[in-house]
């Protein structure tokens, strides 16, 4: 079982940056494959970027591609994501996710964390 906590987010004007964090719990953080994902309001949650196990393989929402790097530190039982440019239909609340295995569903959520992106 792993615990993830949520870190990082605010308020940020248009083109500015923000970095959120993940910290998970346990002593297996390696063997879990993490994602991040957000909702926006009257929205269904969506996927924004996911990184494998050794942090050497990432992919992106074509959405933030360019824009949103995810990297983790197995060491520190940390998962981040940079956003860079961000514009005001990024906001949203953005979630961490963890599973074992390279596909199929997340069955451990943070319990996110608010971005607001103002013009």
């Known amino acids: 079982q792993v615990q993830l906590v949520e870190s990082g987010g605010g308020l940020v004007q248009a083109g500015g940056s923000l970095r959120l964090s993940c910290a998970a719990s346990?002593?297996?953080?390696?063997?879990?494959?993490m994602g991040w994902f957000r909702q926006a309001p009257g929205k269904e949650r969506e996927f924004v970027a996911n990184?494998?196990?050794?942090?050497?393989?990432?992919y992106y929402a074509d959405s933030v591609k360019g824009r949103f790097t995810i990297s983790r530190d197995n060491a520190k039982n940390t998962v981040s994501l940079q956003m860079n440019s961000l514009k005001p239909e990024d906001t949203a609340v953005y979630y961490c996710?963890?599973?074992?295995?390279?596909?199929?569903?997340?069955?451990?959520w943070g319990q996110g964390t608010q971005v607001t992106v103002s013009s």
């Open positions: 996710a963890a599973r074992r295995g390279a596909v199929g569903v997340y069955p451990h």
């Open positions: 990184i494998n196990w050794s942090g050497a393989n990432t």
């Open positions: 346990g002593r297996t953080f390696s063997e879990y494959f």
